[in-house]
């Protein structure tokens, strides 16, 4: 079956970096999506990967392994707005979305 | 510019009633779907459309139906709700289904409780 990993709860510290996992089984593979989502609030892109590799965008990175089924989001001098959980997304040979539960990530001062 | 947007942003509904959610975008995109949300899973797809006049079922149609009139509008109808369509909806549409680039755009969600 498809299935999507990530873990369930995170806590970092404000400033420092953390990295947010996500494996994932697809029938096919037409990329890796990661989404932020604020409690109570609509889940808002943050990146796309479709190629091996890491892709920087601001304090922002996404890294994916094709050959591994793996990805990773990220965070660089954590603040405490990026206290919110981050889906992992994988899209099939079909073009359909299979999302992980999310990652709540926890930022304490 | 608004973007999507859905109402009614919260509802209590009681079991056997029917429920239209509605879904509005102003982006002009071709593709819509409608997701749930509930604790500890992942979003789920309830039913989907690629373009004007045509749908889809997505992972979890049962008890749904949806219709897509036209480019803007993208109502989700519970024909009887049952308490088990409790549940945060999620309206969002992209470019084109399918385009790998694609964003998801959503609405701010639709928090329905059936009791």
């Known amino acids: 079956g498809q299935n999507i990993d990530q873990p369930t709860e995170m806590t970092a510290t404000e400033g420092a970096i953390v990295q947010i996992n996500c494996t994932y089984q697809t029938s096919g593979f037409n990329g890796l999506f990661w989404y932020q989502q604020h409690a109570g609030e609509a889940p808002t892109f943050l990146s796309y990967?479709?190629l091996d590799g890491l892709e920087e965008k601001g304090r922002f990175s996404s890294f994916l392994s094709r050959s591994k089924g793996y990805s990773y989001l990220l965070l660089k001098e954590l603040q405490m707005k990026d206290s919110a959980s981050y889906l992992c997304?994988?899209?099939?040979?079909?073009?359909?979305?299979?999302w992980g539960a999310g990652t709540k990530l926890i930022i304490k001062p | 510019i608004a973007g999507i947007t859905q109402a009614p942003t919260s509802q209590i509904l009681a079991a056997g009633r029917r429920m239209t959610l509605r879904c509005t975008q102003d982006m002009r995109h071709n593709a819509m779907y409608w997701y749930r949300q509930d604790l500890g899973l992942g979003l789920r797809l309830i039913h989907y459309?690629?373009?004007?006049?045509?749908?889809g079922k997505g992972e979890v149609p049962d008890g749904y139906s949806v219709s897509r009139a036209n480019t803007d509008d993208f109502p989700l109808t519970l024909a009887s709700a049952v308490p088990s369509q409790t549940s945060v909806y999620f309206c969002?549409?992209?470019?084109?289904?399918?385009?790998?680039?694609?964003?998801?755009?959503f609405g701010e969600g639709s928090r329905l409780t059936v009791l």
């Open positions: 997304a994988a899209m099939d040979s079909n073009y359909q979305l299979i």
């Open positions: 459309s690629n373009t004007a006049g045509t749908t």
């Open positions: 990967n479709v």
């Open positions: 969002a549409s992209s470019d084109e289904r399918g385009r790998g680039t694609g964003e998801l755009f």
